[in-house]
C-alpha cells in the first residue's frame, strides 16, 4: 500500500515539475493541479494512511493536503531554482546573441555603405520616408539645402527630363509596387543608378554612385543600347537614302546596298543587286578605289556614272570599315555646274570689279588681302608687288600711315581697333575719311559671308563739293523764291504740293500749316475756288500738273472775283514735277487795256489820216492835171502869143504845178507802199545811166543856186537788179534833198560802190548838218527841218527813199556832223531773187 501512495505522490509531483517546465501554466495553476492530483489520489492514499496509521477519513483528508502542499512546495521550489539558473542562462546567451546581432548588423551597414549611396523607404500605410546614407551624393554644397525632404525634390538636383523618370518610377513603385533601374546624371553630372523594389511591406529606393567596374558596365550597356539604336538608325537612314550607298565584305562581295543603289545598278531589287554583286563604278574607278583603300586611305573622287542612259556626275567617298569597306555616292552634277557658274561669275564679277572708278580691297577671314583693283592701287599709289604679297590689313594701313596718306588720328591703334570691328559686324558701315592732302574718302565696310571684309573706296572729295555748292544753291533759290514777288508752287508728278512760297499763300488766301501738310491740287483747287471758279482753267492746271504726255508750258490769264487779274504760267520741270507761278498784273493790264485802247484810237487816227490823204491826193491830183494840161496850152505858140507878163505868170503856174504834182504822187506812193500794195518792177538797172537821169532832173536848181555836182562813179561797175523807175527818185530825192540843204557855191558828191553782194550809193552835201534830236524823225512823213537852210518842202523825200530801198531789201543810214554836212548811204542788193525767197 505504501508502494501506491508514493507512487501517486511522485506522479503528482511529475505532472507539475513537466507543466512548470513546459511553461504551459503558471505556478498558482500548478499548486491547483497538485491539489487536484492528490485528491483524485485521495482514496488509494487515504486507504492505504488509513489502514497503517489507523486514522479517520478528516484526517486522512487533512493528511494528504499536507503532503500535497508540501510536496508542491518541495516541487515549487526546486523548479523556481531550476527557472532562475535557466534565466540566467538564458540571458547570457541572449546577450551574446544580441551581441553578435549587433555586430552582425555592423558588419552589414559597413558593406551596405562602404559606397556612396542613399537609402529611402516607405513602411506600409506610412507616406512619410526614412532616409538614411550619404545625403552630399544627391545634395549641393549649400548646408540650407540640407534637408532630408529636399531628396524627394528630385528637380532641385536632377536635371528636368531625369527628375521627371524619377517621379514617375517612384509614383508607380509606391501605388503598384513596381521595381525599376534608372541610371542617370545629376545636375553636377555625377553618375549615379537608383533602384526602386517592394521588400517585405515596404518600398526601398536605393540610389548610389556609379564607380569603377559599375559605371563601366553601366556605360557600356547604355552605350551598346545606344549603338544598337544608333545602327538601326543608320541603316533606316542609309536604306531611305536618295544616294547610293553600299558595303562590301573583305573580299570584294556586295553586303550591304540600298534602294538608290539598285536603281542606279538597274537591278531588280536590293536582293538582286546584292545577290548579282552588280559593281556602280568602272574598271579604272573601282581600281582607283581599291588601290586608295588598300594603302588604308579613304577614297574621295568626282567622277561621272551612266544611270539610266544619262551620263551624271557623282561624288564618290569610300573608307575602310571592320570587315570589309563602305562608300556612298553623290549626286553633284548641279552642284558642279554650279560651281563651275560660281567660278565664271566669280571671274566676271573680278573683271567688272577691275573696271569700277571706286577703288575695291578684299580682306579674307585671316585679314589678308585676297583681292583688289587697279582702281585702289592708283587711289593709294601702293605698289603692285606688296600687295601681291597678300599684306594683312594692319600691314597695309601701317604703311599708308606712315606715307601720311590716313586721315590724323591722336589714337591710331584704337582707331584702327574700330575699324576692323568689321570683321566682327554683320552689318555693313559707312565712314567718310579726310586725308592730309585734302581730298576726302567715303568708305563702306561690308562683312563677307564667308569670312573677312570688302573695302569699298570713293573719292567723294567733288561730290561733297558739288552737294555744298547744292545746299547753298538751295538755301539761295528757298531765299529767292521766299521774297519773289511772284506766286510761286511746285506739285510733284502725283499731284501733290512740294514747295509753294509766302506770296503763293498770301495771293491765294491759304494758311502755310495747310500747304505744308502737302495737299494734292484737287483740294488746293477746292480752297482757291472762291477767288476764282472758272472749271476749264482748274481742269487745264490739273491737267498740266498731273498729265503725262504733252508736257509743255501753257500759259493762262485769271481774272479773279475780287477784280484782280493774274498772269499764271505752268512750267514743266526735269523731275516731273509742275511749277505753277501767278504774278498779279491788274495794274498792267488796266495801264496795257488803256494803252491799247488809246492805240486803236491813234491806229484809228493814223488811218485816217492816210485814208484822207489818199482820198485827198487823188481829188487834188484831178484839177491839177486839167491846170497843167491848160497851163502847157497856152504855153503853147499855137494858140498864139503871150504878153512878157502873161508868160511869166504862166511859168509861175507851170512850175508850181509841177512841184505840187510830184508832191501828190510822193504821197500817192507812200499811201500805195504802206497799204503794202507797192509792187516792183524788177529788171536790169544800167547804174551810170540812173545816175544822170536822176542827176539830169536838178540841172535847173544846180544851175540856179550854183552847186557843183560830183559824181564818182567806177566806168566798170555794171548793172544790178531792180525797178530802175524807183531808184531813179531815191536818187533824185537824195540829190534834191542835198541841194535844199547846201549853201551856194557848194558842192554835193555822189558815189556809187559795188560789193559783193550790194550796190552802195551814197550823197554828201556840205550843208549845216542834222542835230541828234531832229535824226530819228527824218524818215517821217512830213517832217521837215531847215535846220538855217534855204530847204524847203513837204518832208516826204526820204521817207519815200528809205520805203523804196527797204522794198528791194536794202538798208538806209544818215551818218550827219552839225556843221560840216550830211550823208546819206542807200545799200542796194544785187540779187532781188534772193531777197525775195528770204522775205517769203
Known amino acids: 500500500m505504501m508502494s501506491d501512495v508514493i507512487a501517486a505522490m511522485r506522479r503528482t509531483l511529475l505532472s507539475c515539475t513537466s507543466l512548470v517546465r513546459d511553461g504551459l501554466v ?60 535557466r534565466a540566467e542562462k538564458t540571458e547570457a546567451l541572449l546577450r551574446t546573441e544580441l551581441h553578435g546581432l549587433q555586430v552582425e548588423a555592423d558588419r552589414f551597414r559597413a ?61 508607380a513603385l509606391l501605388d503598384a509596387g513596381e521595381g525599376f533601374i534608372l541610371n542617370l546624371t545629376t545636375s553636377t553630372g555625377r553618375a549615379i543608378e537608383a533602384m526602386g523594389r517592394a521588400i517585405g511591406g515596404q518600398a526601398i529606393v536605393r540610389i548610389r554612385e556609379l564607380s569603377g567596374l559599375r559605371r563601366e558596365l553601366a556605360e557600356m550597356t547604355l552605350r551598346h543600347k545606344e549603338l544598337s539604336e544608333e545602327t538601326e538608325t543608320l541603316r533606316g537612314f542609309a536604306a531611305a537614302a536618295p544616294w547610293p550607298i553600299w558595303a562590301k565584305r573583305a573580299g570584294g562581295g556586295l553586303s550591304f546596298a540600298n534602294a538608290a543603289y539598285a536603281r542606279a545598278t538597274e537591278a531588280n531589287s536590293v536582293t538582286d543587286a546584292i545577290d548579282r554583286n552588280l559593281e556602280l563604278l568602272d574598271s579604272d574607278d573601282r581600281g582607283n578605289l581599291a588601290r586608295a583603300l588598300n594603302d588604308n586611305q579613304p577614297f574621295t573622287a568626282r567622277v ?16 575602310n570599315i571592320s570587315g570589309g569597306s563602305a562608300g556612298m555616292a553623290i549626286d553633284a552634277s548641279e552642284a558642279s555646274a554650279l560651281s563651275a557658274a560660281l567660278v565664271r561669275m566669280a571671274e566676271a564679277h573680278r573683271r ?72 566682327r559686324a554683320v552689318e555693313p558701315a559707312k565712314d567718310v575719311w579726310y586725308l592730309p592732302d585734302g581730298r576726302a574718302l567715303g568708305i563702306v565696310t561690308t562683312p563677307n559671308p564667308e569670312g573677312g571684309v570688302t573695302y569699298l573706296f570713293d573719292d567723294v572729295t567733288e561730290s561733297l563739293e558739288l ?99 493774274l498772269d499764271c504760267m505752268t512750267m514743266p520741270l526735269p523731275d516731273g514735277a509742275t511749277m505753277l507761278t501767278f504774278q498779279d498784273i491788274s495794274d498792267a493790264e488796266n495801264v496795257e487795256r488803256a494803252l491799247r485802247e488809246r492805240n486803236e484810237a491813234l491806229e484809228a487816227a493814223d488811218q485816217m489820216k492816210v485814208d484822207f490823204v489818199h482820198h485827198v491826193s487823188y481829188e487834188l491830183r484831178s484839177p491839177l492835171t486839167t491846170i497843167i494840161g491848160f497851163a502847157h496850152l497856152l504855153s503853147d505858140p499855137v494858140t498864139g502869143p503871150l504878153m512878157p507878163k502873161q508868160a511869166e505868170y504862166l511859168e509861175y503856174i507851170t512850175t508850181s504845178t ?39 532832173g536838178i540841172q535847173d536848181r544846180l544851175a540856179r543856186d550854183r552847186i557843183a555836182l560830183q ?39 555822189l ?65 550827219s556832223v552839225v556843221g560840216k554836212g550830211t550823208t546819206v548811204t542807200c545799200d542796194f542788193p544785187i540779187d532781188q531773187t534772193a531777197h525775195r525767197n528770204a522775205a517769203e
Open 26 to 85: 503558471g505556478f498558482g495553476a500548478s499548486a491547483v493541479l497538485a491539489t487536484s492530483s492528490a485528491r483524485a489520489a485521495d482514496p488509494i492514499v487515504g486507504q492505504a494512511l488509513a489502514t497503517f496509521f489507523d486514522l479517520d477519513r478528516q484526517e486522512i483528508a487533512a493528511l494528504t493536503l499536507a503532503l500535497a502542499v508540501l510536496g508542491f512546495s518541495v516541487v515549487a521550489t526546486i523548479l523556481l531554482m531550476r527557472n532562475r539558473i
Open 111 to 171: 558593406l551596405l555603405f562602404a559606397e556612396p549611396q542613399v537609402l529611402i523607404s516607405w513602411a506600409a500605410g506610412d507616406s512619410r520616408p526614412e532616409i538614411s546614407g550619404d545625403t552630399s551624393l544627391v545634395m549641393s554644397q549649400d548646408p540650407q539645402h540640407h534637408q532630408p525632404q529636399r531628396i524627394l525634390a528630385f528637380g532641385t538636383w536632377l536635371p528636368p527630363e531625369p527628375a521627371l523618370q524619377m517621379d514617375h518610377a517612384v509614383d
Open 304 to 319: 561621272p556614272i551612266v544611270i539610266s542612259g544619262e551620263r551624271r556626275i557623282y561624288d564618290v567617298h569610300a573608307l
Open 352 to 423: 567688272t570689279l577691275d573696271q569700277l572708278s571706286s577703288g575695291v580691297a578684299v580682306f579674307d577671314a585671316q585679314r589678308r588681302l585676297a583681292f583688289y583693283n587697279d582702281s585702289y592701287r592708283r587711289l593709294w599709289d601702293l605698289d603692285r608687288a606688296f600687295l601681291d604679297n597678300t599684306p594683312d590689313d594692319s600691314s597695309v594701313l601701317d604703311r599708308l600711315r606712315a606715307a601720311r596718306k590716313l586721315p590724323e588720328q591722336p589714337d591710331f591703334r584704337a582707331w584702327k581697333a574700330k575699324l576692323h570691328e568689321a570683321y
Open 467 to 565: 552737294a555744298r555748292r547744292f545746299d547753298g544753291l538751295i538755301r539761295v533759290q528757298r531765299e529767292t523764291l521766299d521774297n519773289l514777288a511772284e506766286a510761286v508752287a511746285v506739285f510733284g508728278s502725283n499731284g501733290r504740293a512740294q514747295l509753294f512760297n509766302p506770296a503763293f499763300a498770301k495771293m491765294w488766301r491759304l494758311s502755310d500749316e495747310a500747304m505744308q501738310e502737302h495737299p494734292h491740287i484737287e483740294m488746293v483747287e477746292s480752297w482757291c475756288r472762291p477767288l476764282f471758279d472758272d472749271a476749264a482753267t482748274w481742269q487745264t492746271l490739273r491737267g498740266a500738273i498731273t498729265g503725262i504726255e504733252n508736257r509743255v508750258a501753257v500759259p493762262l490769264k485769271l481774272e479773279r472775283k475780287d477784280g484782280s487779274v
Open 658 to 696: 509841177g512841184a505840187l504834182l510830184a508832191i501828190i504822187n510822193n504821197i500817192l506812193d507812200l499811201a500805195t507802199i504802206d497799204a503794202g500794195a507797192m509792187t516792183l518792177n524788177l529788171g536790169p538797172i544800167d547804174i551810170r545811166k540812173t545816175i544822170d537821169d536822176a542827176a539830169e
Open 711 to 749: 559824181i564818182d562813179v567806177d566806168p566798170s561797175i555794171g548793172n544790178f537788179t531792180g525797178d530802175e523807175r524807183r531808184v531813179v527818185q531815191v536818187l533824185y530825192n537824195l540829190l534834191a534833198n542835198a541841194v535844199g540843204f547846201s549853201p551856194q557855191d557848194a558842192a554835193i558828191t
Open 751 to 815: 558815189t556809187a560802190r559795188r560789193s559783193e553782194h550790194s550796190v552802195i550809193f551814197t550823197v554828201t552835201d556840205r550843208g549845216p548838218g542834222i542835230p541828234p534830236e531832229v535824226k530819228d524823225k527824218v524818215f517821217d512823213w512830213f517832217e521837215s527841218h531847215a535846220n538855217g537852210s534855204r530847204h524847203r518842202g513837204a518832208g516826204l523825200g526820204l521817207s519815200l527813199v528809205r520805203s523804196f530801198v527797204e522794198l528791194h531789201g536794202g538798208k538806209v543810214r544818215v551818218d
